[in-house]
């Protein structure tokens, strides 16, 4: 049954278009990350499923209903990001301990644990947290929710990098205990690459692509060799990025096919990339990236 | 065996492997039960789906075989099949390589049997 | 400006002046206490003030002085009422025995007897002459006083009586001297709503009334016009 | 796939109580203005007359003073929970703008009854201080023994009263939050019809034309069920947190 159906929705403000028009489907209990280049409309997505903001156009259904201001799609859902408040009179133990109010499957013990884990402070308020502590805090909460919709903005920035990794492992964990549908939108998507089970790719308010992680990774190839060949390679196909080596080899990015097969039995050097990298090269602009910058 | 994540393998290509390597050295004996996807996922600390994958080459190779419910098994002869196959796919497939690598340096079809001796000798 | 406005703005000065204070102090007042403190004084004083409010019902005050109900001071209106009557029409038999307060009588020499009234407010006092056709020189006279009340507030008590003199053939009667009371009351009523049951009664006005049986042959002079015919 | 299908009245109870949580620093902006109250409290209304030459004062010290104080309170009040910051807490949590705004208003009545019950007695805190310390013969007025069914409705009266200054704050803060001109422009339109007849001949309907405060509390509570009904509906179409 799909969590969540979008389709062609689009979402503006003012002039820009911050979504123009996005189609996907996720089926339940899967880990989706949700990747993008900053301003590519992650965190309106994100609003919008949590039913946080209306979209102007299109479809949206989130356990087959509009997540706008719905309550059993609030009740199920939990969006984690940094614009997260809570009120300054409560101490976070005291957050914590009014969470399971409203979340009926909240895992009070996990919360004090992985608390005690992080070494945040019971008697702190959440307004006075420092950039880092207040995202670990926010992860604790999300996690321990147990919504059957956890959708992450960004969660671990102003993480320091040990606990980013326990996030991540706390997170597998916890999804291997309790599965659920887990959205993680981040930017660097090399830490989180072994999490995912899928990639939802936005750029410039439209999906690129959203496959399974290994879809990805094969999805384009580079081929290096002197510059002659490699056009002879790889004329009318689609190409994502062209580098030139050193003068007469070129480095080329360009979409997964069978016509690469003969070129690698002509010595051409063809090698697979990591998925951060597969992203990054069909999300930019130019093809030549910054070294245009500097031509 | 930690997974290596940026290299240019896919995941579940290399939990394949690991667990291929673990019936050879009869870490698993015949009609055994191996680590479900689960247990692989947090071993490795990676996504189950990956894990799961992994599984399900080897049993597409008859190498293991699902129990409903119970989970993976290895197949009976699964060592012997996995040797085998070592030895004409993976071990062509480097051969091949060295061929190619061997033409580029111009190196003579004596000269590399020649190498092949001394390395045997060696080990 | 017409003076309806210049109420209204006079009458607004207080609530602008708490609006103020109430703004400044819900800036002011930063502290948020934790959760446990807050509980803890929500309920601390809630308690204290229930029980000062039990504690007030059950203290033994010092005397009070009661409030009479409309109905008493309807009572009190109407007797005065049937006093004045009664007296004008000299049935001198029934009247209230509780208003006399004094009885005299007096020998006067000469034919003329003059009334004189020390003070500012004369229309307190009234005097009913009754003829009696003796030729004595004896005068006798009567002091009745009737009920007062004011606000409902039982202070007949408090209030001294007019004293009557007799200087020579003149009967002088002097007011009290100035005297100031104020008295404390706290109402549970919130007068926002409670403009229904204001006080028809605010005031039970009685008079000193003096009773002269003058013989026929004497004359009265009264200048102030103190009798009342 | 296990959805906890929880029901609009459970959640507005959890966010009820979630709020009087986080809102119970108030209890102290409480207190200090209740004791100013007190303060301003003798001396509202005093008649004197004067018969026999002896002057009579008749000083009346009543809620009123205090009661002007909290109720000013209960509209800041009202005000500052349509605040931005304590309209994104609740969304931290779950919430639609529905079961905000009936969280809002039961929480306004809870905190409106607890104002009420303190404000009226307050005032037995001053007495106790007047009668120990003031030297004047003190009147005995009706106490609650003697009138308990009048003291109870003057209560429940001001308990609703505060209800509604507090909703007249809420929807107040709404309006400004919609667009900041709204806010002002309601001010206008109400200055106008004060000026015409109209607004004296709705006062009057509403506050002085009922034979007992019960009917005046209902007509009361009728109004703030309007004030806050338009209020969520005004909140409906603005964004619930962007």
Redesign the interface.
Known sequence: MNVVNCQKVSKGFQRTNALEDITFQLTDQKITGLIGRNGAGKSTLLKILAGLTKHKSGEVSVFSENPYNNLMVSANSILVDDQMTFPDSLTLEEILGSAPDFYKRWDAQLASRLFQYFMLDFKQQHSKLSKGSKATFNMIFGLSTRCELTMFDEPTNGMDEAARTDFYRALLKDYIAHPRSILISSHHLTEIEHLLEDILLIHQGKVVLHQSLDEVKEYVVAIQGPIIDVERWTEGQEIFHSKNVDGQRLYVVVKNNSKLERARLEGAVIQTLPASEVCMYMTSETKGGIDDVFK | MI?N??S?K???VQIAEWLENEIIAECFMADEKVYSQ?QL??LF??????AA?GLTILVEEMTLYKKRGLGMFVAPEAKMMILEKRRNETLTKMVTDIV?EAK?LSVTKEELIQLIHKCEEEI | MSNTWMIVLIGLIPVVLAILIVLYITKKVKFKGSLRLNKLVITFYFCILIVFGVVYEILPKEPMLEKMSEEKLQKFQSENRIFEEKLLKQEESILNPKFLKEEWTHEISGKTLSLGYIGNDSYSTKVVVEWVDSNAQKIEGKVYRSHINVYGLKIEDKIPLHEVEWVGNELVIHEPSEQEFTFEQFSNELSLFQHTDTMEIRMVRGFTYIHLKVPKHMEIVDPLGLQMY | MFLSNSSLMSVVLSQVRFKLNAYSGLVYSLIILQLIGLLFSTGWSSSGTSINNISINLNTSSIDSGFIFVSLLAISVGNLITTRAYRYDDFSFVATRLSSNIANSIVLLVFSCYVGITTYFSVYLMRIFFTFYSNNVFVEGPTILDDPMNSLLTVLAMIIFLWMFSSIGYIAGTLFQLHKLLFFGVIVIIVMLMMTGTWIRISETIFVENSSLLILTSKIIGITLLIFATSTAISNCLGVRT
């Open positions: 997974i994540t940026d240019t896919p995941i579940y689960y996922a947090e600390n990676i996504n189950p789906a990956t994958k190619l580029r």
